[in-house]
């Protein structure tokens, strides 16, 4: 009849979501009920009064709210697996990246359009530079609220203070110049990635896969680390911090020049490129170009230098599709990721508006990695609930979350990204299934090789087991 014809549709339907073939054992089933009983009411309450739904809200007015969601707190505990889509300079909290501005020996520089740029020096030698603590000293009224306000994007009124997307990423690429100084100094450097791995432990994250797009420190005689440098800079923290925390299984780069700058130097890039693989193999794991696509430079000006980065080894992994424009070229370079034979595709926000596009991601396996949080703040897309990857998973492509630029905007971790995907953008019915192939995805899709991949998978088969029986007896 009526009913069970109906009802046949909504599981053939359901069948084609992320995670839904995946077989639970009793104990997993039985987290399932909890967590889908807890995610219905969440948003049984959101449903009943829109006001008290934060996934349809801006990120900057929900993300302390966000931290009282026992689903949240259920995702914080869980075990993600790993974390795919960062960039270098946006790892740590907010917090963390403020507080470095208390080191000694900062000075800084502000110009006269009011851009603030920071630099470390043994003493005081330029009248360019003020030291921090001086600055701190004599304009102390509003000093710190300048200060936090250069090294984030969060605003009162974001819809006001970026009316655009170009506004949200002027501001954007403007953190990016004023922590550039902070951020390479060598002591900084270091402290900042190893807080950063730190960060995702906590968060329950035990690998990472980051985008580099300058390869340079300094430190205060002077002396400039660059490129294969910098990367042993990388080797020996992530060593470090793996004898500090030996369940943490690692972290690798994806070489990133922006798309902007490279135009006039690709070649130079393909060789930095070449030698930082040389010297490190294991660890240089691919290419990317970012960077605005709306602003131009598509990956098919590209095409040729392309193949001689293929040569030299590595996947590709590159950003495309972050545009709201339809038919146009940063539209069109999802053609070029998949032609091109990316292993995943950052953000491929406009994917599913090219349907005969969407089947040949799936039948190459190309994994899309998605990252909500950051795609709201620079202003693509309002309401999580209409992101476009709500389409994509409901429809099985392979799909791994990331969260971009997490200190910009005051995102911790990758449990804000994981929430606003679960809690907006997939079915009231969606439940623990899905979540664990979010986690496996984001191994299976990863650069591990094969021995990797097996300790990789031993140790979130521990941490999962951990957490199904923590849920059971929690909730
Ligand atoms: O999601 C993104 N899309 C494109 N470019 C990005 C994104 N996040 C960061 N960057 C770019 O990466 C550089 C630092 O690594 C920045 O210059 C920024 O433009
Ligand atoms: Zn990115």
Do not use: Y
């Given at each position: 009849d009526y009913r069970t014809e109906k009802n046949r549709l909504i599981e053939l339907d359901r069948e084609r979501t992320i995670g839904s073939k995946l077989h639970l054992t009793e104990k997993e089933n039985r987290a399932n009920e909890i967590i889908t009983s807890l995610k219905t009411s969440e948003l049984q309450s959101g449903f009943e009064d829109p006001n008290k739904f934060p996934s349809s809200q801006h990120f900057f007015d929900i993300r302390k709210t966000i931290r009282t969601s026992r689903i949240f707190q259920i995702i914080q505990k869980?075990?993600?697996?790993?974390?795919l889509h960062i960039h270098s300079f946006a790892l740590t909290s907010q917090e963390y990246l403020y507080n470095?501005?208390?080191?000694?020996n900062l000075y800084a520089s502000i110009s006269s359009s009011g851009e603030l740029s920071f630099r470390f020096f043994p003493s005081n030698t330029s009248t360019n530079w003020s030291s921090l603590s001086q600055l701190r000293r004599t304009n102390r009224s509003n000093f710190e609220e300048f200060l936090k306000s250069k090294l984030t994007l969060v605003r009162e009124d974001p819809r006001k203070s970026y009316p655009t997307v170009e506004d949200a990423w002027s501001a954007f690429q403007g953190i990016f110049s004023t922590v550039d100084g902070l951020i390479s100094f060598k002591p900084v450097f270091e402290d900042f990635f190893y807080q950063g791995l730190k960060e995702l432990r906590e968060d329950n994250v035990k690998y990472v896969e980051i985008r580099c797009t300058g390869l340079y420190a300094y430190d205060l005689k002077g002396k400039v680390y660059r490129d294969e440098e910098v990367i042993g800079i990388y080797a020996k923290v992530i060593k470090r911090f793996r004898r500090d925390y030996p369940d943490f299984v690692g972290a690798k780069f994806i070489y990133a020049p922006h798309r902007k700058f490279v135009r006039a130097n690709i070649d130079e890039e393909i060789e930095v490129y070449r030698r930082i693989r040389k010297a490190y193999p294991e660890l240089v794991v691919g290419f990317d170009l970012v960077g605005q696509e709306d602003k131009g430079y598509p990956l098919s000006d590209f095409v040729t230098h392309i193949e001689k980065i293929r040569d030299i080894g590595g996947n590709l992994y590159f950003h495309a599709g972050e545009t709201d424009w339809f038919g146009f070229e940063s539209d069109e370079n999802l053609f070029d990721a998949v032609l091109l034979n990316a292993t995943r595709i950052g953000h491929a926000f406009a994917l599913p508006k090219h349907p005969g596009l969407v089947e040949e991601v799936k039948r190459r396996g190309i994994a899309v990695e998605v990252c909500p949080i950051s795609n709201q703040v620079l202003e693509l897309?309002?309401?999580?609930?209409?992101?476009?990857a709500a389409v994509m998973m409901a429809d099985g492509v392979p799909v791994v979350v990331g969260s971009d630029d997490p200190s910009f905007w005051g995102a911790e971790g990758l449990s804000h990204d994981w929430y606003v995907v679960f809690m907006a953008m997939t079915?009231?019915?969606?439940?623990l299934r899905f979540l664990k192939q979010l986690a496996l995805n984001s191994l299976s899709y990863s650069s591990l090789n094969g021995k990797e991949m097996g300790r990789a998978l031993e140790q979130w088969k521990v941490d999962w087991d951990e957490f199904i029986e923590f849920v059971i007896k929690r909730y």
């Open positions: 869980l075990p993600k697996g790993s974390s470095l501005t208390f080191r000694e897309v309002g309401d999580f609930r209409n992101h476009p079915s009231r019915r969606t439940g």
